[in-house]
């Protein structure tokens, strides 16, 4: 299920306030400032900081190349 544009123009990292790529495919939102990816359940954010998982730098290269492949732009503009 997609989130709705509204709703991600909203979405932050609850950890460092900062925007999020979200791989729909995956079913995540990914913050490459800290490595932490939030899992979209049933269409919902889980934006638990305690439920995240920190991915190595593996998982995070191949995260950004979908970002890059997609042209996924962030939630919003960090200013």
Do not use: Q, W
Request: hydrophobic residues 45%; aromatic residues 6%.
């Amino acid at each position: 299920m997609a989130l709705s544009p509204d709703l991600l123009s909203i979405l932050a990292c609850p950890e460092d306030k900062g925007p999020l790529y979200h791989l729909e495919a995956e079913d995540l939102l990914y913050n490459p400032r800290l490595t932490r990816a939030y899992a979209v359940r049933d269409g919902i954010p889980v934006m638990l900081i305690d439920e995240a998982t920190t991915v190595d730098a593996e998982e995070h290269e191949r995260l950004m190349a979908l970002v890059e492949a997609g042209s996924i732009s962030p939630t919003f503009s960090a200013s």
